[in-house]
């Protein structure tokens, strides 16, 4: 069974550099990740998504070698290729991976302009190896299906540079005041 973290930061690049981390801890086999994707709220009171797989692209190039195949098989490999690639395109966009995007677009509405909010969903993870690479890079933590104490010791390491809170970097408020959103924990 999978978790569901999401931590907002006060920017598209903190939010990145904590999913690079998180994919680099991946690498080492501490993590098992299932999807991580970025959502970004724009001054124009959009949000954007940043998923860490393009489904429409996968789609096209799966779609292109199968169209391409079977064209092949009836002497027209171009007309093929060109049909399956925009047909798995096509299938691509209707496909959604990992963590629904209408659930991230509902959740990120309320986020402050310039804020980004990463979703991890997290397969494995070795916590206490993976708390201790993340320790004090700051973040709020807006969502978790995590147990009590194990949210606690999430945001403890976020907090905590080895016994002091960042300077830097404070985390930003998700919700604006007097919007009567969710409360943060979930």
Do not use: C
């Not at 690079?20 to 954007?48: F, P, S």
Request: aromatic content about 6%.
């Amino acid at each position: 069974m999978s978790d569901l973290v999401v931590i907002v930061y006060p920017t598209e690049a903190r939010a990145e550099e904590m999913r690079q981390k998180l994919i680099g801890l991946q690498k080492e086999y501490l993590i098992e990740i299932g999807d991580a994707a970025i959502a970004v709220m724009h001054e124009d009171g959009k949000v954007k998504l940043n998923q860490l797989l393009n489904t429409t692209a996968m789609g096209a190039v799966s779609g292109s070698f199968w169209g391409l195949l079977i064209g092949a098989i009836f002497l027209m490999p171009i007309f093929g290729a060109a049909i399956g690639a925009a047909s798995g395109a096509l299938g691509g966009a209707l496909t959604d991976y990992g963590v629904d995007d209408k659930f991230m677009k509902e959740l990120s509405s309320s986020l402050r302009p310039g804020n980004a909010a990463l979703f991890v969903l997290v397969k494995k993870v070795t916590g206490d190896k993976v708390l201790e690479a993340i320790r004090g890079t700051g973040g709020t933590v807006l969502k978790t299906s995590l147990d009590h104490t194990q949210e606690q010791k999430l945001r403890d390491a976020l907090a905590d540079a080895h016994g002091a809170a960042p300077a830097t970097d404070t985390p930003p408020e998700p919700y604006p005041q007097g919007t009567g959103a969710p409360s943060p924990v979930g």
